[in-house]
């Protein structure tokens, strides 16, 4: 068993008030238990921001355990565990990591290092917490021995013949603590001129429980005058409250008296001035000895706290609550969801989680800025409450995105009340600078009720059905349900959007090529057409086996991936060809590079493409970008300097997907483009359709005008393949003509089937 006769000294390294809060928060060591099954009241928890406090100060050996925070910055935290272990070898350290700030790697190697704890957010909530700790003491056999040399102080007894003053040490941080560092008894000869310079605020009571005398800082804190309290019964001047009922004092006072031992009041109590006000205090009796050893009546000592508990309260808040709105924060809002989920599945209540997203909040911000933002986010915040039960939780997870969970409830009525939620929001006017802003919201809703989802699942479920709300055109909600269809494909794309991060990192894509061959004859005199070939990305997945783009770039595109996967195919196109010796029997060949409309509308990815020239020395005439009719309309200004920028280095251009609206006739003569790459669904029924004869019969009747060669994609057979000739179509890619190959194989043959 421990000696718990003196507090259990433990010191918190970290620099950030937030950490410090939230473990304070969960230590709430009155309320926690050992193994045992007795309470833990007596730990007080110290902090310092640095190491080098630790290192320079001469720590006692009574020092219990050391909390390292992963959050100090000042040296590597394994650097910090090698040096407390060298300065005090004797004593326990446990590492507190709530963000997950080390690596896997790293956490090993800290046990390795011998650390007795490795302490994430799930350990830190756990139920268990004094089980832990008394784990780690015990491992170090807390010893009364120890307890009893490091606080001589502790040592008096009730026959002894020596006068003790009381020790007003450091205030112990953790609750249900002793505040004032009391002895078990007080003997005192002249009580009167020794309380006089006591800051602590000390009252004398007879073996009535009456007063007999208060010092100057008992008169400061109950507002009564010796003169005037001599006599009364403690409780009629020291009134004293926790959780705003009545304490009854004389009860301590009278536990005191008959066991001649130290009274505590855990938790927090309050003491009422007798002008009404109320301050926080710790509070202890002790009995009161005379000089020959008898007990003659009690002392009670009150520690203000009043500006440790606001600011500790300040810091707790803060860790838990969004400092620009006031609502929880998504630490916490997770917490809460936990919880909802754990309840679900053990009643047959369902909540109801919601995600919320507004819509056009990125106009106000970019165009007003950040603060005229901030000050719709509180507007919105305050919309969002006005509208809740007190039983929801409401959080902002972060940016515009807010969270809310709604107890006891179903789908349906969840969905009601987020419609009308919806209705709510759209109704704020957002008047900045005599210009009027309307938000709107999109709000994603799943079910939370018996099945095995967890909270991490559940917040991804929200999350893709706020997607899909928004995707509808913005202002509505959209709720999850099994067979979901458009739900399981967007989750599908978000799982994608993973592993193809994972595939650039680990280099798994790879290049493959498909001829386009030029199939009108050519004069004796006229030049030889260049070798053409289209650059295809491929995915080898882990197994070696190759994905093709068609399952994975929707999703790319989607997540705003395609930006990294252009650059990676540039990149190891130019790297291959300044490596490898040219194509034989062929004076000129072209790689046409597909590009996506994210990457020109990228102010970056122009640069990022001359460094590329530049780096491996590759001729721009020997690149043709391909972009596509949709992307290059969507933003026609940006695509058109983007093209005359890359023009002027020698580069060509293609516009893929020609004639798949037929609007794009409207701008080829704003698009400086070189080919028109005329879309395979108006190729394929060439030889049934005559609509699409006859559209693809304009299409090369207006580029041959415009001085523009074409290219007919999807040509899969000889029949069309003899059609395209005949109407006059400059080149031809295909099954027909070749199948792709990777780039590496293009150097040893040639895959051309020509007609």
Not at 541 to 551: E, I, R, S, W
Not at 654 to 672: E, I, Q
Request: aromatic share 6%.
């Amino acid at each position: 068993m421990f000696n718990r006769a003196t507090p259990f000294k433990t010191l918190f390294i970290e620099h950030n008030p937030g950490e410090v809060a939230a473990l304070r928060q969960v230590l709430r060591f009155s309320e926690t238990r050992f193994a045992s099954g007795q309470p833990c009241t007596t730990v007080s928890l110290m902090t310092v921001p640095q190491l080098q406090w630790v290192l320079d100060a001469p720590l006692s050996q009574s020092l219990d355990l050391i909390f390292l925070g992963s959050a100090t910055d000042q040296t590597n935290v394994l650097t910090m565990v090698a040096q407390l272990q060298q300065h005090l070898p004797q004593v326990p350290l446990i590492v507190v990591d709530r963000h997950h700030r080390l690596n896997p790697a790293q956490q090993r190697e800290l046990v390795q290092q011998g650390v007795h704890g490795y302490w994430d957010e799930k350990q830190i909530q756990s139920q268990t917490l004094g089980e832990a700790l008394e784990m780690v003491i015990q491992h170090y056999r807390y010893s009364p021995a120890r307890s009893q040399s490091a606080s001589p102080s502790l040592q008096t007894t009730a026959g002894s013949s020596d006068a003790h003053t009381p020790d007003f040490g450091e205030e112990p941080q953790g609750r249900g603590t002793r505040s004032a560092s009391l002895p078990p008894t007080l003997a005192m000869a002249d009580p009167a001129s020794l309380l006089a310079a006591v800051n602590d605020a000390v009252i004398l009571v007879n073996l009535e429980g009456r007063i007999q005398h208060l010092n100057p800082a008992a008169e400061r804190l109950t507002g009564w005058l010796t003169e005037m309290a001599q006599g009364h019964l403690i409780q009629d001047v020291c009134q004293v409250l926790r959780d705003n009922c009545p304490e009854p004092i004389q009860s301590l006072v009278s536990a005191t008296l008959a066991g001649q031992r130290t009274a505590n009041a855990p938790g927090l109590i309050v003491l009422s001035h007798r002008d009404q006000y109320q301050r926080a205090v710790d509070l202890s009796v002790v009995p009161h000895l005379s000089p020959q050893g008898g007990i003659q009546g009690a002392v009670v000592v009150c520690r203000e706290v009043t500006p440790t508990r606001r600011l500790a309260s300040q810091l707790v808040w803060q860790a838990s609550h969004d400092s620009l709105t006031g609502l929880l924060n998504r630490s916490e809002f997770e917490f809460y969801l936990e919880k909802a989920v754990n309840h679900a599945q053990l009643t047959d209540q369902t909540h109801v989680l919601c995600y919320l997203d507004l819509d056009q909040f990125k106009i106000v911000n970019d165009t007003c800025g950040h603060s005229t933002g901030d000050e719709l986010l509180r507007q919105v915040s305050h919309c969002l409450q006005s509208q809740l039960r007190d039983s929801d939780i409401l959080a902002r997870l972060g940016g515009d995105e807010f969270g809310l969970l709604l107890h006891n409830i179903s789908l349906g009525e969840g969905q009601q009340r987020m419609e009308t939620l919806v209705a709510q929001v759209r109704q704020i006017q957002f008047l900045h600078h005599d210009r009027l802003f309307q938000v709107g919201a999109s709000i994603g809703i799943v079910a939370i009720g018996q099945g095995e989802a967890d909270k991490a699942t559940l917040l991804s479920a929200a999350d893709t059905a706020m997607y899909i709300a928004k995707d509808r055109g913005g202002n509505r909600c959209h709720g999850y349900q099994v067979g979901d269809l458009e739900m399981e494909q967007r989750r599908g794309d978000m799982q994608w959007v993973s592993r193809l991060t994972q595939a650039l990192e680990d280099d798994r894509f790879c290049l493959y090529v498909q001829a386009i061959a030029p199939i009108q004859p050519v004069a004796a005199f006229q030049p030889r057409p260049p070798a053409i070939y289209e650059v295809l990305l491929r995915l080898q997945d882990p197994h070696g086996n190759l994905v093709m783009p068609g399952a994975f770039i929707p999703a790319a595109e989607r997540y705003h991936l395609m930006p990294d996967l252009d650059r990676w195919v540039i990149r190891t196109l130019f790297r291959t060809l300044a490596s490898l010796p040219p194509i034989p029997h062929h004076t000129r060949t072209i790689y046409n590079i597909n590009l996506s409309g994210a990457s020109f509308n990228d102010d970056q990815f122009l640069g990022f493409v001359r460094q590329q020239f530049r780096q491996y020395a590759i001729a721009p005439s020997q690149i043709c970008f391909e972009v596509t009719e949709t992307a290059a309309i969507a933003n026609l200004p940006k695509a058109v300097d983007f093209i005359h920028e890359l023009r002027a280095l020698g580069c060509q251009f293609a516009l893929d997907d020609f004639g798949s609206g037929m609007s794009s006739l409207t701008y080829l003569n704003t698009l400086p483009v070189d080919y028109l790459k005329i879309d395979g669904q108006l190729i394929r029924p060439i030889a049934t359709d005559s609509v699409s004869a006859a559209m693809i019969e304009a299409i090369v009747h207006i580029s041959s005008a415009m001085g523009l060669e074409t290219v007919a994609e999807f040509v899969e057979d000889a029949t069309i393949l003899q059609k395209i000739k005949a109407f006059g179509i400059d080149y031809a890619q295909g099954y027909a003509i070749a199948h792709p190959i990777p780039l590496a194989d293009l150097y040893g043959s040639v895959h051309l089937k020509i007609g």
